[in-house]
């Protein structure tokens, strides 16, 4: 996959500003917030806009390893998770990518086809897993007995640092943002036991929904369809007809994330209905093909990009510090506010009229 080239518009997409703003702000001009550059700057260089200085824990890595040391990513291969997902593809370019800027070598496996004796092992660093891997293969890893970072997953049965975005935090934000302009019937769609992320994301909505509605049924909030697209299709399709009879048709999606939000959006346009104007629809992620969407998708921004980089930068310190227990990072998020989201008109929604 060819790595796309970092310019002001790349950058002013993934913070939610625009072009003349992150130039002003690379430019060292005055009129923007102390937030707002932070944020900029700090987005810059994740991306590898601006140059960031080389830890002294590669340095050192580097001078005690072999020439043909390297760290194994394990990146899976099934369903929404492998190389071509808009999703993944960022954050597994994130860890290949930093890995070879500090000149540490890679291999990189599909858990589908690892074996035992697949890949030579004596010069194993440490290993960073990219998603969900079952646990039998992650029990296997661990016979290398060297240090391992799992990206938006954890297992109890391995001992190993995880890196997450704050999907709990960051659903709690967005469910928050929708209650404050006045939607009361939000539904949450996504399959919330298809992976941990998604089950945090519903703690972060279902948190959000009892802080203001102390009898808050979680059964009447959620829609917790499997993670096929055409499941989501037939499911959102038979719930609205269902509430469409009773006259009680959500003011608000809040779906589990983008890719889910899309469908969601399709299938509710094709109902007739018109968003914002009937039904408000958010994602989670902010995937490019987002903002392009009609209306645009309101989401939540997660720096894809990042969460690769730190997992290399958290493995890199586990091999300098074995002896400290395991650590679950979580990657703060932002919401990015977009066109499919406005106040409802009633709490009960009535179609647009054409």
Not at 164 to 181: A, C, P, V
Not at 219 to 238: A, T
């Amino acid at each position: 996959m060819q790595k796309k080239k970092v310019t002001m518009q790349l950058i002013a997409d993934k913070a939610g500003v625009s072009k003349y703003v992150v130039s002003k702000t690379l430019n060292g001009k005055p009129g923007v917030s102390d937030a707002t550059r932070k944020r900029i700057i700090f987005i810059a260089k994740q991306l590898g806009y601006l140059k960031t200085e080389t830890s002294l824990e590669i340095d050192t890595i580097k001078a005690e390893s072999s020439s043909d040391s390297f760290v194994l990513v394990v990146m899976p291969n099934h369903r929404h998770q492998n190389s071509e997902s808009s999703y993944w593809s960022i954050i597994f370019n994130g860890v290949v990518d930093y890995l070879e800027e500090c000149g540490i070598g890679v291999v990189v496996i599909s858990s589908r086809n690892y074996s035992s004796g697949s890949v030579n092992t004596s010069n194993i660093l440490g290993i960073i897993t990219v998603g969900l891997v079952s646990t039998e293969m992650l029990l296997e890893l661990n016979k290398h007995q060297v240090p391992l970072v799992m990206i938006d997953h954890h297992d109890s049965l391995i001992k190993a640092d995880s890196i997450f975005m704050d999907n709990f935090e960051g659903l709690f934000k967005l469910t928050s943002y929708l209650l404050g302009l006045g939607h009361t019937k939000v539904i949450f769609v996504g399959d919330i036991y298809y992976a941990s992320s998604f089950y945090d994301r519903w703690l972060g909505f279902r948190t959000a929904m009892e802080k203001t509605s102390p009898n808050f049924d979680p059964k009447m909030h959620l829609l917790n369809i499997p993670y096929s697209f055409n499941e989501i299709d037939h499911g959102i399709d038979q719930y609205l007809e269902q509430m469409e009879k009773v006259n009680k048709t959500p003011t608000a999606f809040v779906c589990a994330n983008d890719e889910i939000g899309e469908r969601v959006m399709n299938v509710v346009k094709g109902r007739g209905y018109k968003i914002p104007y009937d039904v408000s629809i958010t994602g989670f992620d902010n995937l490019e093909k987002s903002m392009l969407l009609d209306p645009p998708l309101t989401s939540v921004q997660v720096m894809k990009e990042t969460i690769g980089k730190r997992a290399v930068s958290k493995l890199l310190w586990r091999i300098k510090n074995t002896e400290y227990p395991s650590e679950k990072v979580s990657i703060s998020t932002d919401l990015i506010i977009r066109a499919s989201v406005t106040t409802p008109k009633k709490v009960n929604v009535e179609k647009a009229p054409i």
